[in-house]
């Protein structure tokens, strides 16, 4: 279970398929603080730690990636230095910054367009049309691994506001149209969705 507070941002230092895809990724962790078998989202997405070690600076750990984790999510275009956002589990005790988030993303979303609106920047993003109807005007959403609230709705497309400091402190500075965003829908939208179904 996470928040989508993002904790740091790491780098992809190798990628290679042997069966599975196993992917390296640098951070500022401390290798210790790691332990084998320890889930970690990293852009959004719930990957269990499979090797760790320490690095100048901090620490790199590995995980494995199956097809179908590729199939759902932008695991599949990381590469060398790609910048992922990443958040250790959450622990009880720990503050709710954000929303709960699972780290099971649903699906794809597009960068439809960015605009600058004073210091912040406006994003609109295109959502699978099945996904459309979870996404809600001041409600909460996970984007590549980001607790982010909607600003507006339209059909299949919806708008956030990115602040200053999310900018700086993730991976949403580098954002630009056409960029394919891991998606998670709110929890408590996916589970209203289901009762009215049933009911």
Known sequence: MFTGIVTDVGRIASVSKNGDTRVRIDCAYDADGIDIGASIACSGVCLTV????PRDGGAWFDVDASAETLSKTNLGAWAKDTRVNLERALKVGDELGGHVVTGHVDGVAEVVSVAKEGDSTRVTFRTP?????FIAEKGSVTLNGASLTVNEVDGATFGVNLIPHTKEVTTWGDVAPGDRINLEIDILA???ARLAETA
């Open 190 to 192: 996916r589970y209203v």
């Open 129 to 133: 049309e099945n996904l459309a109807r």
């Open 50 to 53: 499979v090797d760790r070690g």
